[in-house]
Structure formats: structure tokens, C-alpha cells
């Protein structure tokens, strides 16, 4: 079982910035693929960004060129830089961890509320 704990919402003007945080309670290293998602009100879940075990990374298009996903192994933690925040990236923000052969294997964090004003 790995236990995810998302942290660094909060509240921000648009045009600022948030770096969210997401630690692991096991080794992510070599075996989990991290990815971040969201979900406004009344809209579905959608996958904000991901990085392989190997580092590899991809993004939404509505966030490339402004948001940045990486890790940190010998912490076990994942992290998303927001930056240019835009009112439309009101969302709870999730962190999921899915291994990296047994797809079917995966864990959701708890989610943590990112709201950007006008």
C-alpha cells in the first residue's frame, strides 16, 4: 500500500505561482510512474501532467510552457510548479502513483484545493 499526501495549495492571484508537493510513503524510484490531476466542479477528473520512472514527462496542452512536474527520489516526493496561473486552473489537484508494469496498480492522494482569483 503507498500512501500519498499532497500539500501547497492555497490561494493565489492570477498570473502567480504555486508549487505543489506530493510525498510517498514508500520508494517511487524504479517502480511508479507520478502523475497530477484535477478536477473542477462539475467537470471530469483530467491528468495535468505525468513523469516516468525514468524521468520522461508530459503535459496537458492547456499547461505546457507554464506548469513543471518532477521528482525526487531520495525523497520520495513528486512536485508541480504552477506558474502564470490562470483562473481556469481552479481545481482540486491530485496525486496519483501507478506502477510502472502492473498498471492496474495505483494510488490517489487526497487532494489539495488550488484557487486562482481574477
Known amino acids: 500500500q503507498v500512501q500519498l499526501v499532497e500539500s501547497g495549495g492555497g490561494l493565489v492571484q492570477a498570473g502567480g505561482s504555486l508549487r505543489l508537493s506530493c510525498a510517498a510513503s514508500v520508494s517511487i524510484s524504479r517502480s511508479y510512474a507520478m502523475g497530477w490531476y484535477r478536477q473542477a466542479p462539475g467537470k471530469q477528473r483530467e491528468l495535468v501532467a505525468a513523469?516516468?520512472?525514468?524521468?520522461?514527462?508530459d503535459y496537458t496542452d492547456s499547461v505546457k510552457g507554464r506548469f513543471t512536474i518532477s521528482r525526487d527520489n531520495a525523497k520520495n516526493t513528486v512536485y508541480l510548479q504552477m506558474n502564470s496561473l490562470k483562473p481556469e486552473d481552479t481545481s482540486v489537484y491530485y496525486c496519483n502513483a501507478r506502477h510502472s508494469i502492473y498498471h492496474y496498480i495505483a494510488y490517489w492522494g487526497q487532494g489539495t484545493q488550488s484557487t486562482v482569483s481574477s
Open positions: 513523469i516516468g520512472s525514468g524521468g520522461n514527462t
